[in-house]
């Protein structure tokens, strides 16, 4: 798969600073990201945050289809489906890791990233999306961690922000690969800020003429997107999650995965919305379930280092399972809609692959990631 990462820079008004903008290029995958595209990104901002000039950032997606859908996981199945298991756990581990490097690099960066997060914010898309300091959607933003359809599981930091947004609602997300809109991206805390796609140019002439310096760099980002945010009253969506969020935050309580399976499916459905989430479910990976539960409930205190240290374990060894290969096989090679998973349903699930996949392939001192956060 091809596709880049278009750098520009825009000279401010005082003539000192300068705005950096990474736009992800890869169009005809709505911007699906390669190992180039992260290895160019991650570089890029590293950079930036050198540069003692450079204020800010703008990650934003090429087109008007999408920010980011995800993962290069068609390039993932050719590795899975024609090459060696140790030739997999190599490929899989080094894109991983760069993934999580560069999601963690954002997470934890210095200088004022704002998310453009314009169409379709899904898998990868959220990772990156979810670790900026100001995360803008618009009227057409569309937010997913659908790692359910295709066996895999809310990987990219999923382990954190699930759990740092009302973690019964993050649970929700997870098992039913449920796509919010930009109005419930804000209630739920996935995104801060809502503007119309039209006043992108206003911002980026806008940030040209801050007068950094004169107080700390987001704060001045902040003020800015508040001001904007105030010239749009009208446009906003109808939101979908709100006013189910009482029974989606009842059905994900405790710590029985098989009676939240049934109080999901159990859920009043006249409306398409929730009816599309639960269907979702119901046909989904009983094995991502599983882990996405485990995520969750019994990993929500770890530090953000240590998620993406644990979800390089999970990631390569989903990948050596044989699950996210047929999830991918299905859902997007042959697209027969018709997945042979491993378990018929979250019941059947045998605890043992589950304890498996959560176990680290690598001794700390060993681990890919062992530097992250030190």
């Not at 159990?266 to 046909?283: C, G, V």
């Not at 176990?359 to 681990?367: C, G, R």
Request: aromatic content about 8%.
């Amino acid at each position: 798969m091809t596709g880049k990462v278009t750098i520009t820079e825009m000279q401010c008004m005082d003539g000192v600073h300068r705005i950096g903008i990474a736009t992800l290029d890869n169009t005809s995958s709505l911007n699906a990201l390669t190992y180039d595209m992260l290895f160019q990104l991650n570089q890029q901002l590293i950079k930036w945050q050198d540069d003692p000039h450079l204020v800010c950032v703008i990650l934003n997606g090429a087109g008007e289809k999408a920010f980011c859908a995800g993962g290069d996981v068609r390039t993932m199945y050719q590795v899975m489906h024609n090459e060696s298991k140790e030739a997999t756990a190599e490929f899989c581990t080094n894109y991983f890791s760069l993934e999580y490097e560069c999601d963690y690099l954002i997470h934890t960066y210095a200088k004022p990233i704002i998310g453009w997060g314009e169409g379709i914010v899904m898998g990868g898309g959220m990772g990156l999306f979810m670790g900026t300091s100001h995360r803008v959607v618009t009227p057409k933003s569309r937010l997913a961690m659908p790692e359910i359809n295709i066996g895999l599981y809310p990987d990219v930091g999923g382990t954190w922000f699930l759990s740092q947004i009302d973690p019964e609602v993050g649970l929700f997300l997870g098992l039913t690969g449920a796509m919010v809109n930009s109005s419930d991206a804000v209630t739920i805390g996935l995104a801060e800020w809502l503007l119309l796609e039209e006043q992108y140019p206003a911002l980026l002439e806008e940030l040209q003429q801050v007068r950094w310096g004169s107080a700390g760099a987001k704060e001045l980002v902040s003020a800015l997107l508040q001001l904007m945010e105030e010239q749009v009253i009208d446009s906003k969506p109808t939101t979908q999650i709100c006013p189910y969020l009482p029974q989606i935050k009842e059905a994900c309580k405790g710590n029985d995965l098989e009676l939240i399976s049934q109080r999901i499916l159990a859920l009043e459905s006249s409306n398409q919305w929730l009816a599309n989430a639960k269907q979702t479910f119901a046909a989904g990976s009983p094995i991502t379930a599983h882990i996405c539960f485990r995520q969750v409930k019994d990993y929500h205190r770890l530090l953000l280092a240590d998620c993406f240290r644990l979800e390089l374990t999970l990631s390569v060894r989903s990948a050596l399972l044989g699950e996210f290969e047929e999830g991918v096989r299905s859902r997007l090679v042959d697209k027969d809609g018709a997945p042979k998973w491993m378990f018929n349903n979250v019941t059947d699930v045998d605890e043992r692959v589950i304890d498996g996949l959560f176990t680290s392939m690598w001794s700390d001192e060993e681990h890919p990631l062992a530097q992250l956060g030190k």
